[in-house]
């Protein structure tokens, strides 16, 4: 399964926790913490889209994913799931279906998506853009 962009973060948060659990010296001292998904303007974060009062999600890309993170609620739970287009991914929660049109071509074969503790993780493999035909 491809990196998901917050494991450098979760990877951080482990080595302080076994830092701060270990008994090798002194403690590390932790003043604060932030954890920012997406930069802009105050309200509403880019690339998060609202599809209604009971479903929103965030979308977040790299140069070889998209990476779509939602809620599922409480009464979805267990009746989550995706479909994946050409260019599109289609997620069904309980009797709701939302459909994200992305920029770039995917892979269906290639993405994944999970669902764990109440989190939809959608991972959409980009298939590569064809350079500049040449002829000889």
């Given at each position: 399964?491809?990196?998901?962009?917050?494991?450098?973060?979760?990877?951080?948060?482990?080595?302080?926790?076994?830092?701060?659990?270990?008994?090798?010296?002194?403690?590390?001292?932790?003043?604060?913490?932030?954890?920012?998904?997406?930069?802009?303007?105050?309200?509403?974060?880019?690339?998060?889209?609202?599809?209604?009062?009971?479903?929103?999600?965030?979308?977040?890309?790299?140069?070889?994913?998209?990476?779509?993170?939602?809620?599922?609620?409480?009464?979805?739970?267990?009746?989550?799931?995706?479909?994946?287009?050409?260019?599109?991914?289609?997620?069904?929660?309980?009797?709701?279906?939302?459909?994200?049109?992305?920029?770039?071509?995917?892979d269906p074969g290639q993405s994944s998506v999970s669902v764990n503790h109440g989190v939809l993780d959608v991972v959409c493999v980009k298939l590569p853009r064809e350079g500049p035909v040449s002829s000889l």
């Amino acid at each position: 399964m491809p990196n998901n962009p917050y494991d450098e973060i979760f990877r951080s948060i482990a080595k302080i926790l076994e830092d701060v659990l270990g008994e090798n010296g002194e403690p590390p001292r932790i003043i604060g913490c932030t954890i920012i998904a997406s930069g802009g303007s105050p309200g509403r974060a880019p690339g998060q889209d609202d599809a209604g009062p009971d479903f929103s999600y965030e979308l977040t890309e790299s140069e070889r994913c998209v990476y779509i993170t939602a809620r599922v609620p409480p009464a979805c739970e267990g009746r989550a799931s995706v479909a994946f287009g050409p260019q599109a991914v289609t997620v069904t929660m309980g009797e709701r279906q939302v459909t994200i049109d992305l920029d770039d071509e995917i892979d269906p074969g290639q993405s994944s998506v999970s669902v764990n503790h109440g989190v939809l993780d959608v991972v959409c493999v980009k298939l590569p853009r064809e350079g500049p035909v040449s002829s000889l």
